[in-house]
């Protein structure tokens, strides 16, 4: 990935609705235009990366959640192909792709990209998904990130392997497998969000950076630097990325009406709700005391940290959460596409004062962007 202090890049683009739970009829489309449209802009901006969300099922509500999702492989294909500096990133469940499609598929969209691909990869938690899919869902997270291990084992290997292989596991066992091409420069960038012990290790032992969410900073600056400090006695150097919701304008009075405008009575309890009931049974990625505390929070940004107010304010909560060790922040919005735009011409700018950004490649080359 490029030089910035401060990595930034979009989570949730893919998804109908983003990040927000809102019956707002203003809501972001997810559809594949806006994305197109969305991933253009971030380009010319010098953004980082782009980040999707794998679903399945949709989380029910009036509105469904997130049960119409551009599904990742693909979307992230098609926008490497129409992209010049960004990463693409594609999030896989390990248990739902063969190791061996996979490693082709990522190694395709690499060349398409010029080896802007990225990889998030998802051990499972999702238990509805998989009855879905006919898939059985390892009943604890050990054997699910043993299983993603062996998984990841074989990728890796077959983006290496001058020649074909055999592999026995307790898992997989292939016989005779190949990949070709290789991924242009090497392992692609990947990307792991872990909660549990089992799910940190594995991200130690794998990622070059994990994603973990923020619940309030100073819980945050002690946990990411214990992480990095277990990384570096395990010889790994592995940043840390959280989630922020952003919501941006003049002035403070007008984010936070324009936050009410689909929160309050916009949300969509019910799908907040079985959202909850879903973390709190499965997943480890938000620690489950602090899920009631922040049943708004999940509302307005599934979980993110909200960083409002004027362009200022907003810069000084990302200024925050550099200064509580994260590397980056994943970044959404309620309308991607309309609400990038003032970030990108009013608090980027003061991130490159503040030192932590690069100015944006149009500007070093002397203009650029898309017709």
């Given at each position: 990935m490029n030089s910035n202090i401060f990595k930034l890049g979009t989570f949730g683009s893919n998804c109908a609705s983003g990040m927000s739970i809102t019956q707002s009829p203003n809501r972001w489309s997810g559809s594949w235009d806006d994305?197109?449209?969305?991933?253009?802009?971030?380009?010319?901006?010098?953004?980082?990366?782009?980040?999707?969300?794998?679903?399945w099922l949709g989380y029910g509500g009036e509105t469904n959640f997130h049960g119409r999702v551009l599904e990742t492989m693909t979307w992230a294909a098609g926008l490497l192909a129409v992209t010049k500096r960004i990463r693409i990133v594609t999030t896989l469940h390990t248990v739902a792709h063969h190791p061996l499609v996979a490693a082709r598929q990522i190694a395709t969209i690499d060349a398409i990209g010029g080896g802007r691909a990225g990889l998030n990869i998802v051990a499972g938690w999702n238990e509805p998904e998989y009855r879905a899919l006919g898939l059985d869902l390892p009943p604890d997270h050990e054997t699910r990130y043993?299983?993603?291990?062996?998984?990841f084992d074989i990728v890796a290997q077959l983006w290496t392997s001058a020649a074909p292989f055999d592999y026995r596991g307790k898992f997989f066992d292939l016989q005779d497998v190949f990949c070709d091409p290789k991924p242009v420069a090497g392992r692609p960038f990947i990307i792991n969000a872990a909660g549990s012990g089992p799910g940190r290790d594995f991200a130690i032992?794998?990622?070059?950076?994990?994603f973990t969410p923020a619940i309030d900073l100073a819980r945050s600056k002690e946990e990411v630097r214990a992480f990095r400090e277990e990384a570096a006695r395990a010889g790994r150097d592995i940043d840390v990325l959280t989630g922020c919701h952003i919501i941006c304008r003049p002035s403070e009075k007008e984010a936070r009406e324009y936050a009410a405008s689909f929160m309050g009575d916009m949300i969509d309890h019910d799908a907040v709700d079985q959202l909850i009931r879903l973390q709190v049974a499965h997943a480890k990625s938000i620690p489950h005391d602090a899920l009631a505390a922040i049943r708004d929070r999940m509302a307005m940004g599934h979980g993110a940290l909200p960083v409002m107010g004027t362009p200022q304010q907003v810069a000084e909560g990302l200024i925050a959460v550099h200064g509580a060790g994260f590397g980056g922040a994943t970044l959404s919005f309620f309308d991607y596409a309309e609400d990038f735009p003032y970030f990108r011409d009013t608090v980027l700018p003061i991130l490159e004062q503040a030192g932590l950004r690069a100015p944006a490649p149009s500007q070093r080359e002397g203009g650029g962007g898309y017709a």
């Open positions: 994305n197109l449209r969305l991933a253009q802009m971030l380009d010319d901006a010098g953004i980082d990366f782009m980040l999707p969300i794998a679903r043993a299983y993603a291990q062996e998984w032992r794998n990622a070059d950076m994990l």
